[in-house]
C-alpha cells in the first residue's frame, strides 16, 4: 500500500511540475492580445485616459524620422504631428520628438517661437499609450548624427496623392532605409498629403496628455465653471433641495460654445460660403445664442461658457442678449483671465480645447478645427466607453451650430464619421455631418 501511494503523490508532483512550467512558457511566450481600448472616465474636472499600451507590433528602434517645425494653430499642429506620427508608422521608424510653436506667426518664420513637444505634452504617457503603434525618441538616441538623408516632400499640383505614397514606400527599403536618420524637408506636415483613416488620427490623439502644470490650469478653470452652477443652484428659487439630504444634490452641467464671430473669421467664412455656394458656415451671434437656447432637453438655469478670441473679451457683447435662464461666461467674467494670460497663444488655447472638451455639452462650427478636434475627441471616447451616441439621453452630446436643424431652429447634433479613409473630411470642414 505505501509504495502505490507513493508513486500516485510522484506522477501527482510530475504533473502539477509540468503543469506550472507550461503556464510560465506560456506567459512568457504568447503575447498579451493588441488593442488601443481601455477605460476612459470623465470626472467633474479630470479627463482620465487609461488605455491598454500594447499594439502588438513593435515599432523598429534603430531607425528615425525627422521632419520640419510644426506650425499654425494649436488644431492645425496636432493634425500635422499626427500626420508626421503616421508618416514615420508607414516607413517602420521612430519619430524624432518635434518642435512646436507658441505664437501664430506663421507666415513670418523669423517670428515664430519655437517650443518643444515635452513642453505642451507628455512625452513618457505619449509613448506608453502608444507603444506598438507609433513612438517618439529623443536626438540623444541617435547613435550617428552625421548619417541623415534629406528627403524633399513635393508640393503644387504636379505632386499627387499617388507619387507621394510612392515616394514614401520608395525610402522605406534599399539603401534609402539604410540611413538610421530620414529628414523630411519641405512643406509643414500640415499640407502633407493624407493617406491614413481617422481612427488612426483619434488613436494619436488619445495618446497626447498635456504635461501636468497646462491640465491643473485647465482643472482650475473647470472648477470655476463648476462652482459657478453651484452657487446658482444654492440661489436659485425655482430649486427644491433637501437640505437633509446632499447626496441627491447634482451639479449644474456646463455648455461650452466655440463662438466663433470674429471680423477676420466672418470675412473669411462668407467668401467660403460665395465659393462652396452655400449658407451653412457663418453664424451671427444672435444665430448662435437662439440654437444654444434651443437645445432639445436642455434644462435652464445652465452656465454657458463661451470660447471666444481674446480681443473680443474687451467688451461685454457676446454676454448680453441671452435668454432667461441661460448665464453666460467668458475668461473676464469667470475671474480667470489671468491663468490664459501667463501663457503663450498655444497654451492658452490647449487650457481653452480642454475645458471645452470637458463640458457637458459641447458647440462648434463644423467649418472649425478647434470644434472639429473636439468632436472627434468626444465621439472616440464615446465609442470607447460603448456608449450609445443617438441615445435618448446621450452623455456629453456634441452640437454644429452653424448647420441649420429645421423649424426648431436648434443645433444639429454631430459625431465624427469615424470610418472616413482620410482626416480630410473633416480637418478642413464641411456642412456634411453625421447627426442623430
Known amino acids: 500500500m505505501g509504495g502505490g501511494g507513493g508513486t500516485v503523490k510522484s506522477l501527482t508532483c510530475k504533473f502539477v511540475f509540468l503543469l506550472v512550467t507550461l503556464l510560465i512558457l506560456r506567459a512568457l511566450l504568447v503575447p498579451p492580445s493588441p488593442g488601443f481600448g481601455g477605460v476612459v472616465e470623465w470626472s ?14 513593435g515599432v523598429r528602434q534603430d531607425k528615425f524620422l525627422e521632419v520640419p517645425q510644426i506650425v499654425w494653430g494649436l488644431n492645425n499642429q496636432k ?63 541617435l547613435s550617428n548624427q552625421t548619417r541623415v538623408l534629406e528627403m524633399q516632400k513635393g508640393s503644387g499640383r504636379k505632386w499627387t496623392l499617388e507619387r507621394d505614397l510612392d515616394q514614401l514606400r520608395e525610402h522605406s527599403k534599399g539603401e534609402f532605409d539604410e540611413h538610421e536618420v530620414i529628414r523630411i524637408v519641405g512643406k509643414n506636415p500640415f499640407l502633407w498629403h493624407d493617406h491614413w483613416p481617422v481612427k488612426d488620427y483619434a488613436k494619436v490623439f488619445e495618446c497626447l496628455v498635456l504635461i ?32 437633509n439630504d446632499s447626496s441627491s444634490f447634482q451639479p449644474l452641467p456646463y455648455v461650452a ?70 448665464l453666460p461666461y467668458e475668461k473676464n467674467k469667470l475671474g480667470v483671465d489671468g491663468i490664459y494670460k501667463k501663457y503663450p497663444y498655444l497654451i492658452q488655447s490647449a487650457i481653452d480645447y480642454e475645458v471645452c472638451l ?17 468632436v472627434l475627441e468626444r465621439t472616440q471616447k464615446m ?22 436643424q429645421g423649424e426648431s431652429n436648434g443645433p444639429m447634433r454631430w459625431v465624427t464619421n469615424m470610418s472616413h479613409s482620410t482626416l480630410q473630411e473633416i480637418s478642413y470642414g464641411t456642412n456634411h455631418i453625421i447627426s442623430c
Open 212 to 243: 501636468d502644470e497646462i491640465g491643473q490650469e485647465a482643472d482650475r478653470v473647470v472648477s470655476r465653471i463648476r462652482a459657478v452652477g453651484r452657487e446658482t443652484q444654492s440661489n436659485s428659487e425655482s430649486m427644491e433641495l433637501d437640505n
Open 257 to 326: 460654445v466655440h463662438m466663433r464671430v470674429e471680423i477676420d473669421w466672418m470675412i473669411h467664412c462668407k467668401k467660403l460660403e460665395q465659393r462652396l455656394n452655400t449658407n451653412q458656415i457663418c453664424s451671427s451671434k444672435k444665430e448662435i445664442m437662439e440654437r444654444v437656447s434651443n437645445i432639445k432637453g436642455l434644462k435652464t438655469p445652465s452656465v454657458v461658457y463661451l470660447a471666444v478670441a481674446d480681443k473680443l473679451l474687451q467688451n461685454s457683447s457676446v454676454l448680453e442678449g441671452w435668454e432667461e435662464g441661460f
Open 79 to 141: 493634425i500635422a504631428f499626427a500626420r508626421a506620427c503616421l508618416t514615420a508608422r508607414r516607413m517602420n521608424r521612430i519619430l524624432l520628438m518635434p518642435s512646436l510653436s507658441a505664437s501664430l506667426f506663421y507666415k513670418e518664420i523669423n517670428l515664430l517661437q519655437p517650443i518643444s513637444f515635452d513642453k505642451v505634452f507628455q512625452f513618457d504617457k505619449f509613448n506608453q499609450l502608444c507603444s506598438g503603434f507609433v513612438q517618439l525618441g529623443q536626438y540623444s538616441d
Open 383 to 404: 465609442i470607447t466607453m460603448g456608449i450609445n451616441m443617438c441615445g435618448k439621453d446621450v452623455r456629453w452630446p456634441s452640437y454644429a451650430y452653424n448647420i441649420q
Open 358 to 374: 470637458r463640458a457637458d455639452i459641447f458647440v462648434g462650427n463644423s467649418f472649425s478645427t478647434f470644434s472639429t478636434l473636439i
Open 44 to 57: 467633474n474636472f479630470v479627463y482620465i485616459r487609461n488605455h491598454s499600451p500594447s499594439f502588438g507590433i
